[in-house]
Every structure is written in C-alpha cells, then in structure tokens.
C-alpha cells in the first residue's frame, strides 16, 4: 500500500513563513522523484517544485525564490520551505511521487495566508 501524507499546514500571516512536510511510505523513496502541487479554490492545480532522485530541485517562475524543496531519503520524507507567504499562496497543497509511469499523491494539506 502506499501511502503519501502531507502535514504542517495551517493559517499564516501574510509575511511569515510555513514548511509543509510529506511522508511516504509503500515505496522505495529514493527511486522516486518528488513534487509539490497546490490547487487554489476554482483554480487548476499548479506544479509548484520538484526535486530529483538525485536532489536537483527546480521550481515554477510564481515561487522561485521564495519556496525551497528539499528531501530525506531516510526519513522518506520531502519538505516544502515557503517563506514571504502571499495571501495567494493560500492553497491545498499536494505532495507526489513519480517513477516512470508509476504516480502517486498525498491528500493534501492546506495553507492559507491571511492578510
């Protein structure tokens, strides 16, 4: 069975800082590149950052500089830094899996920023 769960989420002033946590379990993690996706309400879900087996991260133009992905192969775990939080950052966000054809999502954890 595997498993994606997100934590850490929650409601911040607009300004501040959060680090959404993702843990995997059901999979060798370290085979698996990682993302991070966030849906607002009525919108598309958007990709947000990803990081590779082999820890190369890259990040969507609306982020960069602001977010930071990182991973723990041996806590089989992948973070998302979100500093300067905008109130449109305000979203679920989503944690994936991927190798090869195989994808897999976590239920999200929402983020919401106040202003």
């Known amino acids: 069975q595997v498993q994606l769960v997100e934590s850490g989420g929650g409601l911040v002033q607009a300004g501040g800082s959060l680090r959404v946590s993702c843990v995997a379990s059901?999979?060798?993690?370290?085979?698996?590149?990682m993302g991070w996706y966030r849906q607002a309400p009525g919108k598309q879900r958007e990709w947000v950052a990803r990081?590779?087996?082999?820890?190369?991260?890259t990040y969507a133009g609306s982020v960069k500089d602001r977010f930071t992905i990182s991973r723990d192969n041996a806590k089989n775990t992948v973070y998302l830094q979100i500093n300067s939080l905008k109130p449109e950052d305000t979203a679920v966000y989503y944690c994936?899996?991927?190798?090869?054809?195989?994808?897999?999502w976590g239920q999200g954890t929402q983020v919401t920023v106040s202003s």
């Open positions: 990081i590779s087996t082999y820890g190369t991260a």
């Open positions: 994936r899996a991927d190798w090869g054809s195989a994808v897999y």
């Open positions: 059901g999979i060798i993690f370290g085979d698996y590149a």
